[in-house]
Nanobody, 114 residues
Framework: QVQLVESGGGSVQAGGSLRLSCAASGSIFSNNHMAWYRQAPGKQRELVAGLTARGSTDYADSVKGRFTISRDSAKNTVYLQMHSLKPEDTAVYYC????????WGQGTQVTVSS
């Protein structure tokens, strides 16, 4: 069983930066993927950034050029570096791993004020 714990959320002004961390404990298959999702109030959860086991990345159009997903395998941690934050980035951000061993983190709140 894999447990994911996010951290790094907070409140920032528009244009600011935050780095989210997702620490994984337990066994993660080497061919598992990692991703960050977010859910704003009244909206569906959406994929923000994905990182395949081979290291390929993909981003939602709304965050391309501003967000970067990365992994530190030695620390079993995935990061989401967020720059040029906008009020519309306000959401609860969730870490995910799958598809062979599926797990979600508990979420971390990001609030961007204008």
């Amino acid at each position: 069983q894999v447990q994911l714990v996010e951290s790094g959320g907070g409140s920032v002004q528009a244009g600011g930066s935050l780095r989210l961390s997702c620490a994984a404990s337990g066994s993660i298959f080497s061919n598992n993927h990692m991703a960050w999702y977010r859910q704003a109030p009244g909206k569906q959860r959406e994929l923000v950034a994905g990182l395949t086991a081979r290291g390929s990345t993909d981003y939602a159009d709304s965050v391309k050029g501003r967000f970067t997903i990365s992994r530190d395998s030695a620390k079993n941690t995935v990061y989401l570096q967020m720059h040029s934050l906008k009020p519309e980035d306000t959401a609860v951000y969730y870490c995910w791993t799958g598809p062979y061993v599926v797990s979600w983190g508990q979420g971390t709140q990001v609030t961007v004020s204008s």
